[in-house]
């Protein structure tokens, strides 16, 4: 790990756009058909692996989001404002804080409509 957190280290000190290479921000998604269904995945460890390596809390979120969108093209998203097309997670604590927070993804609010977690 000592190499990749020199490199995320020296990145973010040159500012550049980084971005994190996954379109489900929150690492838990619904089913594409069957909207019901909660499908969680692995990739939402990748924030915590961007902080070990040396991103702050917000330049991690910021890679899965504006970065992201921003790097797609796309102006309507990656964002929180009005007119924005935006998937919202609920999670239990505040990511600036404590990254791993992230991986506890109470709900999802897409297009207008709560989806909770199902129970364990």
């Known amino acids: 790990m000592g190499r990749s957190r020199t490199s995320i280290r ?9 971005h994190v290479a996954h ?8 089913h594409p058909r069957r909207r019901e269904e909660w ?8 924030f915590a692996a961007l902080v070990d390596r040396g991103m702050t809390n917000i330049e991690a979120i910021r890679a ?10 796309v102006d309507d ?5 009005p007119g924005m ?3 919202l997670v609920a999670v239990p604590g505040d990511p ?14 897409k297009g207008g409509r709560v989806y909770k977690r199902p129970p364990s």
């Open 10 to 18: 020296a990145a973010s000190t040159a500012q550049p756009r980084v």
């Open 23 to 30: 379109a489900d921000v929150s690492g838990c998604c619904l």
């Open 39 to 46: 499908q969680c995945q692995e990739n939402v460890e990748e």
């Open 64 to 73: 899965a989001t504006i970065n992201a969108a921003d790097l797609l093209g």
């Open 77 to 81: 998203r990656g964002r929180i404002a």
């Open 85 to 87: 097309l935006a998937d």
């Open 96 to 109: 600036l804080e404590g990254i791993r927070t992230l991986e506890d993804v109470q709900f999802v609010m």
